[in-house]
């Protein structure tokens, strides 16, 4: 059985309270054994994984990689196959105003350019910035933000519209 991405998203947050609840386990010696399970577990299943991409071409392994939770899992475990600025590109593709200056491990830098009326403002741009470099790239420490400098428009002037043709000196 395959999950819709709902489901998906659905068991995600309630592994996330699961693992969350962890922590307030009173016996320090069940907590441990919980997380050392957890641990074990996550270490055979990223074994597992490791092994499935080994085998996989270029093309399986992208399009393994595509599925928002396989790439996410691949991500925990170091094996995705595009690189950071690859991915970090893909995210900050759809967020107008933003361009991506560098990625050197673990700093992102972006230029951020807001867009004017009804656009969002700088704030808001940085922090989709920050949220889908996080999403994409977990291993980034650090967005720096930059504010590029507002592009100029060339204003033709309102009179300059009702003029006619310009005429000759001798004839005006």
Same mark, same amino acid.
């Given at each position: 059985? $395959? +999950?819709?991405?709902?489901?998906?998203?659905?068991?995600?947050?309630?592994?996330?309270?699961?693992? /969350?609840?962890?922590?307030?386990?009173?016996?320090?010696?069940?907590?441990?054994?919980?997380?050392?399970?957890?641990?074990?577990?996550?270490?055979?299943?990223?074994?597992?994984?490791?092994?499935?991409?080994?085998?996989?071409?270029?093309?399986?392994?992208?399009?393994?990689?595509?599925?928002?939770?396989?790439?996410?899992?691949?991500?925990?475990?170091?094996?995705?196959?595009?690189?950071?600025?690859?991915?970090?590109?893909?995210?900050?593709?759809?967020?107008?105003?933003?361009?991506?200056?560098?990625?050197?491990? %673990? $700093?992102?830098?972006?230029?951020?350019? %807001?867009?004017?009326?009804?656009? %969002? /403002?700088?704030?808001?741009?940085?922090?989709? #910035?920050?949220?889908? #470099?996080? +999403?994409?790239?977990?291993?980034?420490?650090?967005?720096?933000?930059?504010?590029?400098?507002?592009?100029?428009?060339?204003?033709?002037? #309102?009179? /300059?519209?009702?003029?006619?043709? %310009?005429?000759?000196?001798?004839?005006?």
């Amino acid at each position: 059985m $395959v +999950w819709e991405e709902r489901e998906a998203r659905e068991h995600v947050v309630r592994t996330e309270k699961l693992l /969350s609840g962890l922590g307030g386990i009173a016996d320090a010696g069940a907590r441990e054994q919980a997380l050392d399970a957890l641990h074990a577990l996550a270490e055979l299943y990223g074994e597992c994984l490791a092994r499935v991409m080994h085998c996989a071409d270029e093309e399986t392994a992208g399009a393994v990689a595509a599925d928002e939770l396989v790439g996410h899992l691949l991500l925990v475990h170091d094996l995705h196959p595009d690189p950071v600025g690859e991915r970090v590109q893909r995210a900050l593709d759809g967020l107008p105003g933003v361009t991506l200056l560098g990625v050197e491990e %673990p $700093v992102v830098r972006v230029s951020l350019r %807001p867009q004017g009326c009804g656009a %969002p /403002s700088e704030e808001q741009l940085e922090s989709a #910035v920050r949220d889908a #470099v996080a +999403w994409a790239a977990p291993e980034i420490e650090r967005v720096e933000t930059e504010k590029a400098a507002p592009e100029t428009q060339t204003l033709i002037p #309102v009179d /300059s519209l009702f003029r006619g043709p %310009p005429q000759p000196a001798g004839n005006r």
